[in-house]
């Protein structure tokens, strides 16, 4: 923990999602640990970007927040740059930004004190609308991402979405440029990461490292549906990447054209074409331990 004087945090939570419940147990254990944090109610992205963005003016020097990647994805937007920590207690039904990071393990406790441990600077993806995360998603994962957020059920409604989008499926073409260098493509899936993780724990891109100034890129070609299915079951441990219809990348600048909408740490971020580039160590993170995901 922290030496010396108690920090200024901040407590960012939305009231009405699940984490909500768990503020409380988070409030009691802080303040076990004599931090008494300002507590910010953001009941909609927009309040829980303009909380996020007073923080920082008012020079928090850490905003914690409770919550998923939803919520996750719009503090770290704000932090980008700045020198206010984000601390995340991850209480949401994907919570890849903390698998990714070393966030998830432990109980609320234990997640609760990791939030007062040293910050680690990680890159973000920059070029979007706003500053991603954990991954920019292209193409198929895109609409199950929408469909998924449409529906009710934790972390089973990735798998579900995914059953109700696969017949809908078409593969689209794509011009892809990595560092200067074009390529043209038909794929079903093109993701930019800059952690592994996307869609509840699904190892998109196992060997991705938010400190290595990189950018990983997942393309999975022109695979039917069924291939596609039976891809998504090795995607969970990482194991599609030898699969003869994916190809993996990594580049310091990414760029995408071609039609359809982009999604960044599960949100929509806007429509193609974008260049996307890391933004280097520009997030403090309480407590965070880049690892890459383990292939199993």
Same mark, same amino acid.
């Given at each position: 923990?922290?030496?010396g004087?108690?920090?200024h945090?901040?407590?960012l ?8 419940r768990?503020?409380n147990?988070v ?7 004599g931090?008494?944090p300002?507590?910010? *109610? +953001? =009941? ?6 303009? /909380?996020?963005?007073?923080a920082?003016? @008012?020079?928090?020097? #850490?905003?914690v927040v ?8 719009l ?5 980008a740059g700045?020198s206010t920590a984000?601390g995340i207690? *991850? +209480? =949401?039904?994907?919570n890849d930004a903390a698998? /990714?990071l070393g966030?998830l393990?432990g @109980?609320?406790?234990? #997640? ?8 680690t600077?990680i890159?973000m993806?920059?070029g ?7 991954n920019?998603?292209?193409?198929f994962?895109?609409t199950v991402?929408e ?7 934790g972390a089973a ?10 017949p ?5 073409p794509?011009r ?5 260098e074009?390529?043209d493509?038909?794929a ?8 592994a993780y996307?869609g509840?724990?699904m ?9 290595d ?9 022109d695979a039917g549906?069924v ?7 090795l995607v969970?441990s990482g ?12 580049a310091?600048e ?7 909408p ?8 806007g429509?193609?074409?974008v ?8 997030l ?5 331990s880049?690892h890459?995901?383990?292939r199993?």
């Open positions: 923990p922290m030496s004087m108690t920090p945090v901040a407590l939570a939305n009231p009405a999602a699940r984490a909500g768990d503020l147990r409030l009691q254990r802080l303040q076990a640990l931090v008494a300002d507590v910010l *109610a +953001a =009941g909609s992205p927009a309040e829980a970007i303009a /909380a996020a963005e007073k920082v003016a @008012d020079g928090t020097e #850490r905003l409770v919550g998923g990647d939803g919520i996750v994805h503090a770290a937007g704000a932090l700045s984000l207690i *991850a +209480a =949401g039904t994907g698998r /990714a966030l393990d @109980d609320l406790g234990t #997640r609760v004190d990791r939030v007062l441990d040293e910050p600077a890159d993806i920059s979007g609308d706003r500053p991603a995360v954990t920019v998603i292209i193409g994962p895109a991402n469909r998924a957020n449409r529906m009710r059920m409604r990735y798998t579900v979405a995914t059953l109700l989008e696969i809908r499926m078409r593969p689209q794509y892809l440029v990595l560092d200067g074009a390529r493509l038909h079903a899936v093109v993701v930019v990461a800059n952690t996307f509840a724990g190892a998109i891109c196992p060997d991705a490292d938010p400190t100034g990189l950018l990983d890129v997942c393309v999975v070609g549906r291939e596609l299915l039976r891809s998504f079951r969970n194991r599609h990447v030898d699969h003869p219809k994916v190809s993996m990348f990594r310091g990414v760029t995408v054209e071609g039609t359809g982009i999604r960044a740490d599960g949100e929509p971020l429509a193609l074409p260049t996307l580039r890391p933004d280097r160590g520009a403090l993170v309480a407590g965070a880049a890459r995901a383990h199993g």
